[in-house]
């Protein structure tokens, strides 16, 4: 168990539907990823925030968005959804300093799946 | 760009032998770089992590070692067991993110 929590588990929704993802980092950690993993694929950084603020930006749709609240808890809204938005989807949480990268923990995933 | 190679993408061993695989990166400023392991179905984990300010690690049975010159980095096995199956990730540093290869399927057959 790396600390990291996330709901709900599995996910089934319909196309043009939206659904949000729930994360919760380690204690102490202020920085959360979240990752997309299609079937046979890596692992696509989508954005990461630290602290509240957006840090970093990867490969994230427009119809994608993300946020982190006070208690660091984040949710990753996707709207609009398309059969290719089935996937596995991750968060990942550090300790984080300015300019220091360090380990991320993983959460264990949720899994989408879009009919 | 901001892109990490992995090779081979697939990788099979016979029990007991040793397993290599090799990343490179782009981006001269990277200076961290994690191997992460992830069975079927489950959380990626971090196996091994090496900083730039070293050349090797080892941990039991595993060991990175990275080439800044050339910009590669690599993860060994060895004396390989049929737990080590897995998919097994690597990942550079990029300004405040990490960017992941695209995964190596090791099998190890007994």
């Known amino acids: 168990d790396s600390g990291v929590t996330q709901t709900p588990k599995h996910l089934i929704t319909a196309t043009g539907q939206r659904v949000t993802l729930r994360c919760s980092p380690r204690s102490g950690d202020l920085s959360v990823y979240w990752y997309q993993q299609s079937l046979d694929q890596g692992l696509q950084f989508l954005i990461q925030y630290y602290n509240g603020e957006e840090r970093a930006k990867g490969n994230i749709l427009e119809r994608f968005s993300a946020q982190q609240f006070p208690d660091l808890h984040s949710e990753l809204n996707l709207s609009s959804l398309e059969l290719g938005d089935s996937a596995l989807y991750f968060c990942?949480?550090?300790?984080?300093?300015?300019?220091?990268?360090?380990?991320?923990?993983f959460g264990p995933g949720t899994r989408l799946t879009v009919l | 760009g901001e892109n990490v190679e992995q090779h081979p993408s697939t990788l099979s061993v016979q029990e007991g032998d040793s397993a290599v695989i090799k990343c490179t990166y782009s981006?001269?400023?990277?200076?961290?770089f994690p191997w992460y392991k992830q069975e079927l179905g489950k959380r990626p984990q971090l196996i091994i992590d090496?900083?730039?300010?070293?050349g090797e690690k080892k941990d039991q049975r595993i060991a990175v070692t990275l080439n800044k010159t050339a910009k590669h980095f690599s993860l060994h096995i060895t004396e390989t067991q049929p737990e080590d199956s897995a998919v097994y990730f690597c990942?550079?540093?990029?300004?405040?993110?990490?960017?992941f290869g695209a995964g190596t399927i090791l099998r190890v057959k007994s």
């Open positions: 981006d001269s400023a990277s200076n961290y």
């Open positions: 990942a550079a540093q990029y300004g405040n993110k990490l960017v």
């Open positions: 990942a949480s550090s300790v984080e300093g300015v300019s220091r990268v360090n380990e991320q923990f």
């Open positions: 090496i900083r730039s300010n070293v």
